[in-house]
């Protein structure tokens, strides 16, 4: 590792670069087309009753990400901050699907976030599926919209990317569950669609395994892909000094 | 750490699933509907005089990325079957871009894989931009497609989807550079249209630097995404199989 | 215009190819991967107490729409053939876009499909945006897929193309109002994702008013866009032929 | 028919809403986000030699397509505005597709645009699938942004979409060939994506035969779907007017 580092190092300034050191931070400037987008803020993730609470609880409780993501509904709420929230539904019909990659697979297998279809909402309220309690006091409000269910883990099958262009948004501040998957799925797609996108990486947790940390995992590709990436203190800093202007 | 696996494994075993051990395996088995694509066989990745080789020229090295690529063209070109390449052109116009992610400002600044535009070839030949020159045998049989550029990491923005379904594709053996951003943003940009996808994991690479470690992160995801993930020999063995019968 | 004819006459000899009369006709066969789409199958456009209805009233009367939109429900039913709605709500939250197209603007002014959110269905049974109601004792039947709602007029923005891959559809039987908006709009987005589309002409209709016969309109771009044009006999045939062998 | 329209003017009335008389018109305002895109200002459909312009023509001349889209060039050089142009290229490897809606079927049949692939370019210059001369001159200017190939009529497959949203443009002046096929095709998915578009009616054109008459029935639909259609004229003075502030 030593010997890898120095042929690096030697190769890389070289070039004149050193990517470590010098990684470029485009950085996420808060204006009033920003917006924050929420990916699965669902009991199934965030309750400890919720069906993958055993995978991603012990992420979720060192992130603090519950209250992280509760700050950024808070800020939403306080200065009028279009909020974006793409769930994650799986329908009875889904179940059809001939093939599955493997954690869609998994989904699937233990029931995560089951709904009926698209319309019908019985056993819907409390269930894995719904917002968790503590956040619905402020989905209800107007500032937030919940877009139609992503079915993989991108936004590429749901209506987030047009309700984002319909409010004239091209920046957006983006957190939610899991790091690595629909997260990141919602961060790709929208820097594929020229979003400006910061990550808010405490407001975020994922599945740790023994030799896969979906966390560790998300933060390497948040560096090299998004715009920028933040704490959740940092980001409202942000925000409270744009909106006391 | 130990507290934790022992914290994970009684919540799972509590829902009848050990994860690590049962993550779902899909597979992938090769049909006549299975195609062979390739993201980024570029001088500037591949190349020693590439661009970007001292980032990526480790992994490169390490993992037999450009032997195991051209098995996957060999493959191809033996027992004709479709092969497409997803590449990745910088036009002059894109540097009007008026924002940019990390390490796609990172690309403009190099001037990686710098093209004049989409139809203008001067100074192509033998640059940064051009495919490894021991693939050019390969790449002119009439097996293969050459889409057009992606732009930023995925096929969203150019042609790959519709050239797989326009040759009746639905299955995706996946390749190339690197592993954690063009080869997976195809992956999973793939796997949101439909298709199955098993990545050839020693047929890819990726930049490694100290704390960034951009292959085990894409091992990671590939394992959770794909449809299976096999070695350039497994899938070679169940290619000549599939075609012997 | 008889000199024009004379003149597009010669000029197309001369390319020996006379377009009105070889326009070609690709065709579309039916067989396990053809699936059957209907949009907007909904009471505001098919009942007589939908807030559309006296502008589409007289095509779907004429065409004798309701009744052979019914025959297709009918075709999926007694086949098993995979049938897939996709159809229109309009959100609440959908009164905050910023600008609107033509139509939609009119749709969004008549409260037509209006609908609470993705989740609540509160006052949905028997409203504009339910489905009619002769038809839903199909649409209960495990062959049928509602997918989201689409928000323009075409499934960029729901799980249409995802739900019709991932049952390993690639030829589609597609129907449904308005035949120039928002079926046109799914013919035109599944042939540019690559599929083989026949519309049934009879089994859709449109607003038909002075200078502006959008039933007409829709009848030219099927012929150069689609697959096929089919009658719903013509289908029905094809079908009933093909799952009697 | 009297009695159609006596019946609808009473329906219509009843909802207080007399389409015909009230279509919305929700208007494009220019501004600095708006640009400029042309859709096949190439040989084949503008040039007396190109392979369509027997079908062509004969509206071409009529519209007075020629100068009105040299005009919209002469506007993006004069006051600097973004001009995008979504050329329409038939690789080699097209010629692979297992099936093909009509027009592209003919398109095929009769190589319009017909270009190698998208990188080799002998035999593009002064091609059926080139740029018209008389647009040259404007087209090398830095304003011009031209972008991958769409495939079928949309750019759903290219990167029109990207390359807007990566200069800030969220309002599209349309205008180009065919009128009903690729010029409303971007007219459709642009609305899809949000985008306002403006579609200046005399700076396109469209086959016209006796029972398909390609222009008006994408005049129709534009009325019905764009933001608003002007004339070359309308948004010449709109665009001065802008500019002169």
Redesign the interface.
Known sequence: MKK??L??TT??L??S?T??AQ????GLVIDEHTAIVITDPQNDFLSKDG?A???V??SVEKNNTIDNIETLFKLGEQFNIPVFIS?HFVFK??Q???????????AH??NLFSKE?????RN?DGSGADFLNQYKKYIKKSNV?????H????P????L????????I?KVVLAGMLS??CT??HL??L???????GVVKDATAA????????Y??AL??Y?????HVFTTEEVKSDIVNFYSK
Not at 161 to 168: C, H, M, N, V
Not at 223 to 227: M, P, R
């Open positions: 890898l580092n042929f690096l190769v890389l070289s070039v670069y990517i470590n990684l470029p931070d485009p069906v609470w055993g995978l609880g012990p769930p019909h889904d059809k699907w001939d093939s599955k990659g493997s954690m869609i697979q998994f297998n233990v279809d698209p319309i019908d909402n819907y919209t919940v877009t139609s269910p079915k993989v883990f991108g590429e099958s749901n209506d990317i047009l309700q984002l262009r319909k409010q004239k091209n690595n998957l990141e799925a790709r797609e820097m594929e669609q020229g979003f400006e996108v599945a740790i395994l023994p030799n896969m940390d979906g560790e995992t390497v590709n560096a090299l892909i998004a715009s």
